[in-house]
């Protein structure tokens, strides 16, 4: 029987354009899916941690990464929503590396609409010329960095500082301070500065980073390179990275666990002297909260305690 494609054609068409309206319904379904799970889980952040307040001016710091471009695109999002009345000004430092695409980020504000100030200080140089090559600029940078930005947020009077780490980030801390520097400390989602004069907020401490990539993808923001810290390949940092990645591939939600361990912290069960009084420990006869169960398993430890969705 003799086949003729021009009569198979007409109808392979509806048939293929029905395909690409059904994968148009289920990638909007995502895509919906993960902004609802994102305005959620930021939502919760500033909730539990009262991170912005009735009249707040919140200062936006934007890199030209993916994650503050998110913070901004979500506090946008919220300030509409919010049940408290506050101010947004995004601010980006340019700190003349070579090569920054200078107009990028303004031309992006001015298309939202939204205040921006932009504050050019060549710490690019001073990094360069006082961290020998190969070295670990991080350190130096970020104290640069962060005198400039509480300067520029007392100039504008900015209430609160927001800063676009996530929760990979704040696991990540944790354990370059264990590993690396002998301490139980991460990253916190709300601060003051050492002179006491700012507060420094990270509404994205709930938010997973491969969430924070797929939606920088979806919304396509004009991402910005770091040719700083974050073109250096043999960071500490980096080596943890690899580690919770591999840990999650062969034990899926241990992060999400260790995560959730930093709000369930026992000081009595630690050996801080200065956070739990054990010189004035007594026994009294009464039932003690924080008392040793002694070898019973404790089912909370079999229990996944997996955060979002």
């Given amino acids: 029987m003799k086949h003729d494609a021009a009569t198979d054609a007409p109808a392979a068409a509806p048939a293929a354009e029905a395909a690409g309206r ?12 993960l902004h609802k799970r994102l305005l959620r889980l930021t939502g919760e952040a500033i909730a539990d941690f009262a991170m912005i307040e009735d009249g707040d001016r919140v200062m936006v710091c934007l890199s030209g990464g993916k994650d ?39 031309d992006y504000l001015r298309s939202l ?11 690019y140089s001073i990094v360069t010329r ?18 400039i930005l509480y300067r520029v947020a007392d100039e504008l009077g900015a209430t609160k500082i927001a800063l676009g780490h996530h929760r990979d980030d704040i696991v990540e801390t944790f354990f370059l301070n264990l590993f690396f520097g002998g301490k139980l400390k991460s990253m916190p989602p709300k ?16 938010v997973k980073e491969e969430d924070l990539a797929a939606y920088a993808e979806w919304r396509a923001f004009p991402i910005i390179p770091c040719n700083l810290c974050g073109s250096q390949e043999n960071l500490k940092r980096r080596e943890i990275k690899a580690m919770l990645r591999e840990w999650e591939r062969r034990h899926p939600g241990r ?27 007594r026994a009294t006869g009464e ?7 002694a070898f ?13 969705g």
């Fill in 22 to 33: 059904a994968d148009e319904r289920r990638r909007d379904y995502e895509r919906n899916k």
């Fill in 68 to 106: 503050s471009y998110a913070l901004l695109d979500l506090l946008r999002t919220l300030r509409a929503r919010a049940p408290v009345a506050f101010e947004l000004v995004a601010v980006n430092l340019d700190q003349k590396q070579p090569g920054f695409p200078e107009h990028v980020l303004p």
């Fill in 113 to 123: 609409d939204v205040p921006f100030h932009i504050e050019t200080q060549d710490t």
């Fill in 130 to 147: 006082v961290i020998p090559e190969g070295r670990t600029m991080c350190s130096l940078c970020s104290r640069l960095r962060r005198g």
């Fill in 191 to 206: 601060l003051v500065s050492d002179d006491g004069r700012h507060v420094v907020i990270r509404p994205l401490a709930y």
């Fill in 255 to 281: 992060v999400e666990n260790v995560f959730a361990s930093l709000g369930r912290v026992v000081p009595s069960h630690l050996l801080d002297r200065s956070a739990w009084d054990f010189a004035g420990l």
């Fill in 287 to 293: 039932p003690f909260a924080d008392g040793d169960r």
């Fill in 296 to 308: 019973d398993p404790d089912p909370e430890l079999e229990r996944p305690a997996v955060r979002g």
